[in-house]
């Protein structure tokens, strides 16, 4: 029987072993290097790396070939939330409990620091080659990371999300921001884990509805958390999507809808994830978490 707690500190630790190897220690101003290591490894949940290697352990293949891709995904995901934190964005001072970058760095470093992660993470993917992956199979990856990461994905969701503070946007709109700010980077992960694990497009097409249900439900939860979330647990303060007047799902529809709505989107998940026919279980429990999760 999974136990999944087991499983996530398991994967976090090797992914964690791994980060090192694809940041530059020779040629990068010591700052800068300090800059970039000092939120990589600042902690986190390691949720998006995780759901790739469990993606390519669902087609019963070594999670090891999809370690490059795993790193990327966290080096971008790390650069987004220094460039989030941010005065001219979210102005957040703490992040998993601790000083944000720009808090520790000044605000230019954190900017390179993030922009360095950012271009580091394209050359983590090419190292995909060096576990034996054919060029055929890496470039459409390179290709669907600048999608999903870029201003048709993650960035374009975050400038909709400061294009939407203050205002009180119909839901559609937040549901814009919500796939793309944050499901965007969980859809690239298990379409990644996917064609590394030898999906066909049938199984693609499945474990994309499935991605993009958790991604969407992942954000709700972040919404709930920032409204009703334990401060000591989540490691930043509450409220600051209240604070710098962003709409939310609470907000919008209320939090008793808003849970409603989470758990049919994992159902809606689970039912794609069904249907792919692939192993089951991590992934499953995997969209579990994220309605249970407290941080």
């Known amino acids: 029987m999974l136990n999944l707690h087991n499983y996530l500190t398991e994967k976090k630790t090797f992914i964690e072993q ?10 990068v101003p010591p700052l800068l290097a300090e800059a970039m290591e000092y939120s990589l490894f600042a902690g986190g949940k390691r949720i998006r790396p995780i759901l790739l290697l469990a993606t390519i352990e669902a087609f019963e293949q070594d999670p090891v070939k999809g370690l490059p891709a795993a790193c990327a995904i966290e080096m971008i995901h790390t650069y987004s939330l220094i460039h989030d934190d941010l005065p001219a964005m979210d102005n957040d001072d703490f992040r998993r409990g601790m000083p944000t970058n720009h808090k520790k760095f000044g605000e230019a470093t954190a900017i390179l620091a993030g922009d360095g992660l950012l271009t580091e993470a394209f050359r983590a993917i090419c190292s995909l080659q060096d576990q034996g992956i054919e060029a055929a199979t890496v470039l459409p990856i390179i290709c669907e990371l600048s999608k999903f990461a870029g201003p048709q994905g993650m960035v374009g969701g975050q400038m909709a999300d400061l294009l939407g503070e203050g205002k009180q946007l119909q839901l559609s709109e937040l549901q814009y921001i919500h796939h793309h700010k944050t499901a ?8 990644t884990g996917a064609r590394l694990g030898g999906a066909d497009e049938a199984q693609l097409e499945k474990l994309t509805r499935f991605a993009r249900n958790i991604g969407l439900a992942f954000q709700i939860q972040d919404d709930i958390l920032d409204v009703y979330g334990d401060e000591e647990k989540l490691g930043k ?4 999507d209240t604070a710098n007047e962003k709409s939310t799902y609470p907000s919008l529809i209320g939090l008793e809808q808003s849970q409603i709505e989470l758990e049919r989107l994992i159902v809606e998940a689970k039912e794609a994830l069904a249907e792919a026919g692939v192993q089951t279980q991590v992934l499953g ?3 579990d978490y994220i309605i249970k999760r407290d941080q």
């Open 18 to 27: 791994a980060l090192p190897a694809f940041l530059p220690t020779r040629g």
């Open 184 to 191: 965007d980077l969980l859809v690239f992960c298990i379409r």
């Open 237 to 240: 303060p509450v409220g600051s």
């Open 285 to 287: 429990a995997l969209a």
